[in-house]
């Protein structure tokens, strides 16, 4: 039972495009939901988060947009480019000591040239 | 560099076979966790540590057992390995204020035969 949900599995878009990936949280005690990157072979790397005070966060061309009463939140990646390819997790966080993530199940994006 | 090494990067074990995974990480970080990666289940959270000499569980704990004697390292181990246990092992490190990113080693490919 995943307590953060993540969808789509996996998504194919070409170079300049917009890839869109979609999280659904349950636990109200989420209160910082960050996204990370992984590269093949690598460690997932914080990209970037949102707290729910707030809307939509931006930072180049990666948007997250946050619904704290749908308790859902995405993240946008605008001009897509062939460097964007990598496996996307979201993950949230409750305001507890330890900073423990909970993560989504992951998104495997692909930008074609 | 700084940040957080992981051995080994690579193993195999026999059913019943016993092995421990090391993390060390020298940002002088508090927090330490051991998360599982297995696909399209994301990164699960085995076990963490919000100090030297403390361990907690984590989702997944069962059949794996943590130290962490010295503030920078943790490690995990598995007693008698099973083929479920066959995944994509990672280390992260993090550190009060609470809401700081992780940082994430580079990973230890385990399959159990």
């Known amino acids: 039972q995943q307590q953060v949900k993540q969808s789509p599995q996996s998504l194919i878009v070409q170079k300049g495009g917009i890839s869109i990936i979609n999280c659904a949280y349950e636990?109200?005690?989420?209160?910082?939901f960050p996204w990370y990157q992984q590269f093949p072979g690598k460690g997932p790397a914080l990209l970037i988060a949102i707290r729910p005070d707030v809307s939509e966060k931006k930072e180049g061309r990666f948007t997250i947009s946050f619904n704290k009463s749908a308790k859902q939140f995405s993240l946008h990646i605008m001009d897509s480019q062939p460097g964007d390819s990598a496996t996307y997790f979201c993950?949230?966080?409750?305001?507890?000591?330890?900073?423990?993530?909970?993560f989504g199940g992951g998104t495997r994006v692909l930008v074609k040239p | 560099n700084a940040g957080v090494t992981q051995t080994p990067k690579f193993r195999v074990l026999k059913t019943g076979q016993s092995m421990t995974l090391l993390c060390a990480q020298d940002?002088?970080?508090?927090?330490m966790y051991w998360y599982r990666q297995d696909p399209g289940m994301g990164l699960r959270l085995i076990h963490y540590?919000?100090?030297?000499?403390?361990?907690a569980k984590g989702e997944v704990p069962d059949g794996y057992n943590v130290s962490r004697l010295k503030k920078q390292n943790f490690l995990l181990g598995l007693e008698s390995a099973a083929p479920s246990q066959t995944s994509v092992y990672f280390c992260a490190s993090s550190s009060p204020p609470e809401r700081s990113g992780y940082t994430f080693g580079s990973g230890t490919r385990l399959t159990v035969v």
């Open positions: 993950a949230a966080q409750p305001r507890t000591a330890g900073n423990k993530l909970t």
């Open positions: 540590s919000v100090g030297e000499g403390t361990t």
């Open positions: 940002m002088n970080h508090e927090y």
């Open positions: 636990n109200t005690a989420f209160d910082y």
